[in-house]
């Protein structure tokens, strides 16, 4: 019965070699979010879909990129991971018409050496 | 800038005892207030949410205050059990669909 579906859940990937992420839902909501949470720290929003429109946050950097092909998927490309970027990347996905419960994946743990 | 933040990054309770789980605003203008449990390994996972045209709203167990004269919110926990273990965060949003997190407090249930 899972509504937010993570892949995979651990991911190592090397200093510099491109990796991409992804998150489906069953729940047809028409916003996703991918957030970068490290350490027990709050989650970092990184950008988000509306529908087909991308909102990136104005200190995300562009080494990371997100495609949205339909409503139930979303991808997050990390260009070129750095050590910095291992974390935990979760997606979140709303239905903004109804309120603004935002429903979280299991995450994906990231590892780079 | 505008946040959300919480007064204490952990606590420890006894099992059984009741917890309450503080958090402070700053931003006078929201009007809606999730908290969320994260468990060791998982994403956060909804809990409760209060509007803020109510000071009080109760579910299983849990009961979310919210004081809007002094922009503060708590989540009360009834009897804690080893199963509450987890970070908490609280969140707000002002009629928007991004919402601001808190930095999370760490419960510990002591058997």
């Known amino acids: 019965d899972a509504m937010v579906i993570q892949n995979p859940r651990y991911q190592v990937t090397q200093f510099g070699k491109p990796v991409t992420l992804s998150c489906s839902q069953t729940?047809?909501?028409?916003?996703m979010y991918w957030y970068q949470q490290k350490s027990s720290q709050a989650p970092k929003l990184l950008f988000h879909?509306?529908?087909?429109?991308?909102?990136n946050e104005a200190d995300t950097p562009d080494n990371f990129q997100s495609r949205r092909p339909n409503t139930s998927f979303c991808f997050l490309d990390i260009r070129s991971p750095g050590l910095g970027d291992a974390a935990m990347y979760l997606c979140?996905?709303?239905?903004?018409?109804?309120?603004?419960?935002?429903?979280f994946g299991p995450g994906t743990r990231l590892t780079v050496t | 800038g505008e946040s959300v933040g919480l007064h204490l990054p952990t606590l420890s309770v006894q099992e059984g005892d009741n917890s309450i789980i503080n958090c402070a605003y700053s931003n006078s203008a929201s009007d809606y207030f999730i908290w969320y449990k994260q468990e060791s390994g998982k994403g956060p996972q909804f809990i409760i949410d209060?509007?803020?045209?109510?000071d009080k709203r109760q579910g299983q167990r849990v009961t979310v205050l919210l004081n809007k004269t002094v922009k503060h919110l708590s989540l009360q926990i009834a009897a804690t059990q080893p199963g509450d273990s987890a970070v908490y965060f609280c969140?707000?949003?002002?009629?928007?669909?991004?919402?601001?997190f808190g930095a999370g407090t760490t419960v510990t249930v002591r058997a």
């Open positions: 979140a996905t709303s239905d903004v018409d109804r309120d603004y419960e935002q429903y």
């Open positions: 209060i509007r803020s045209n109510m």
């Open positions: 729940l047809n909501h028409n916003v």
């Open positions: 879909y509306y529908d087909k429109d991308f909102n």
């Open positions: 969140a707000e949003t002002h009629n928007d669909y991004k919402l601001s």
